[in-house]
Nanobody, 121 residues
Framework: QVQLVESGGGLVQAGGSLRLSCAASGSILRINAMGWYRQAPGKQRELVAF??????NYADSAKGRFTISRDNSKNTVYLQMNSLKPEDTAVYYCNAKVVLTTTPSGEYDYWGQGTQVTVSS
């Protein structure tokens, strides 16, 4: 079993910054990828940023403003969000693709509970 715990959300004024953190724990052999999705009211969940051991991907709306980083030794991923806009307001969810110690030949998706980010205009 794996748990993902997000932190760092809150309310910020437009133009401000927030740093989200997501820490994974449990029966983890290896995490192949970690990233962030978000869901705003009335919209579908969308990718924000995702990082593997070799590359990172960003949504067009995040490029140039957000930076994803990963600390493999701590099973933690971060999302530094700068120049925030009201349209960034959403619940942000951490996602991880995990190889478990109990089933080392497989890969499983896990999700955090979400953290609210609100950007005021």
């Amino acid at each position: 079993q794996v748990q993902l715990v997000e932190s760092g959300g809150g309310l910020v004024q437009a133009g401000g910054s927030l740093r989200l953190s997501c820490a994974a724990s449990g029966s983890i052999l290896r995490i192949n990828a970690m990233g962030w999705y978000r869901q705003a009211p009335g919209k579908q969940r969308e990718l924000v940023a995702f990082v593997t051991r070799g590359s990172a991907n960003y949504a067009d709306s995040a490029k140039g403003r957000f930076t994803i980083s990963r600390d493999n030794s701590k099973n933690t991923v971060y999302l530094q969000m700068n120049s925030l806009k009201p349209e960034d307001t959403a619940v942000y969810y951490c996602n991880a693709k995990v190889v478990l110690t109990t089933t080392p030949s497989g890969e499983y998706d896990y999700w955090g509970q979400g953290t609210q980010v609100t950007v005021s205009s």
